[in-house]
Structure formats: structure tokens, C-alpha cells
T-cell receptor, first 114, second 114 residues
């Protein structure tokens, strides 16, 4: 059973560019979450999907951010017109909706906006 | 709304000494509580979870935590610290409008001195 994978692991971009991150959840997990973690802070919730439906979005998720999970498997998170404040670690987690529903995290994508 | 407070952003112990990392939560509903560990430049690994069964929860790597409703606490302990325990530890509570998002504390950096 492979864990959650994320690609790329690191991304450096210039302000104003668009970036896209991918997350592959644990197989058969029907829920997928995105979190953002800035230096010295705990992760903050961005959004989550159950199958292909996006069920909740945080106020942190501005109009420049969009997430998709088109076939209920992998997910992408796109940031348009990046800003220096977007520099952070973007974490993906997946879970299976049953019982206590534990979220398992991927290694993260570290974004640096210059 | 749920929230978590981790007392002490940095904790330093000697190898072989007791580890105590403090977590207090606020929740309007019976909580699910989690402790995660994060090593540098990595994602979060689940240490243990409380899901309303036993109040004393045992996790991986010799860690355990006790849920105390009267004190709204879920402190993490380990009888004898090892050098490999040096990492950042996050306490989290599950809640939100759909009951699924994790709300994290700001983390406690554990240093283990030889």
C-alpha cells in the first residue's frame, strides 16, 4: 500500500507566474484534503473533496487558487498570478470516510515565489 | 468552532528523560484529537489518535496521550526520549462545518540533548 504522493516536491517560480501541484491519494481513499503550512506554523486547511465533489473551501482559498479532482482519484491545486505571500509548503492528505476517518499526509510541495 | 493551543513552542529534554508536550483544545462537539510528527522538509506522520474509546491512547515510537475532558487536554508523553524523537509535533482537532477539516496547533519543536 503506497502512501500519498505529491509532485513536484519543490517549486521555485517568479511572482506573477502560474503553478500547478499534483496529489495522488492512497488508493481507495475517497476524501482528499489540501492544507498550507507557512514557516513555523501548523498546517491550515484549504479545501477538500469527497470523490470528485469539492465539499468545503476555506476563506484562505482566494480566487487565484483552484483545486480539482476530476475523476475522484488524483487532485491538482493551481495558483494563478503567484505572489510572494504564497510561498509555503502545500500538503495533501487523504482518508477513507468510515469511522474515525484518519487523514494521512503526503510529503508536501514546497513553493518559493521570488 | 474548534481550536487547539500547544503550550511551549520549544521543548528541550535530555536523552532518556521524560517527554511532555502539552495540548489543550476547544470544541463544541465531542472531539477527535490527533498528534502528528513532522521531520524537516517532510509531511506529517500520525503518532496517535483519540476517537472517544479509551482515554489513554498508545501510539507509535513509544508515545502515548491521555484525553482529559475536564481539563480539555490531550498531552503527549514518552517515558524516555531518544535522539531520533527530535522533530516538530502538532496537535490537531477534527471539526468544521462538515466535521472533517483538521485544525492544528502551532506546533512544538522538540530538541533532545545527548
Amino acid at each position: 500500500d503506497t502512501g500519498v504522493s505529491q509532485d513536484p516536491r519543490h517549486k521555485i517560480t517568479k511572482r506573477g507566474q502560474n503553478v500547478t501541484f499534483r496529489c495522488d491519494p492512497i488508493s481507495e481513499h475517497n476524501r482528499l484534503y489540501w492544507y498550507r503550512q507557512t514557516l513555523g506554523q501548523g498546517p491550515e486547511f484549504l479545501t477538500y473533496f469527497q470523490n470528485e465533489a469539492q465539499l468545503e473551501k476555506s476563506r484562505l482559498l482566494s480566487d487565484r487558487f483552484s483545486a480539482e479532482r476530476p475523476k475522484g482519484s488524483f487532485s491538482t491545486l493551481e495558483i494563478q498570478r503567484t505572489e510572494q505571500g504564497d510561498s509555503a509548503m502545500y500538503l495533501c492528505a487523504s482518508s477513507y470516510l468510515a469511522g474515525e476517518e484518519t487523514q494521512y499526509f503526503g510529503p508536501g510541495t514546497r513553493l518559493l515565489v521570488l | 468552532a474548534q481550536s487547539v493551543t500547544q503550550l511551549g513552542s520549544h521543548v528541550s529534554v535530555s536523552e532518556g528523560a521524560l517527554v511532555l508536550l502539552r495540548c489543550n483544545y476547544s470544541s463544541s462537539v465531542p472531539p477527535y484529537l490527533f498528534w502528528y510528527v513532522q521531520y524537516p522538509n517532510q509531511g506529517l506522520q500520525l503518532l496517535l489518535k483519540y476517537t472517544s474509546a479509551a482515554t489513554l491512547v498508545k501510539g507509535i515510537n513509544g508515545f502515548e496521550a491521555e484525553f482529559k475532558k475536564s481539563e480539555t487536554s490531550f498531552h503527549l508523553t514518552k517515558p524516555s526520549a531518544h535522539m531520533s524523537d527530535a522533530a516538530e509535533y502538532f496537535c490537531a482537532v477534527r471539526g468544521g462545518t462538515s466535521g472533517s477539516r483538521l485544525t492544528f496547533g502551532e506546533g512544538t519543536q522538540l530538541t533532545v540533548n545527548p
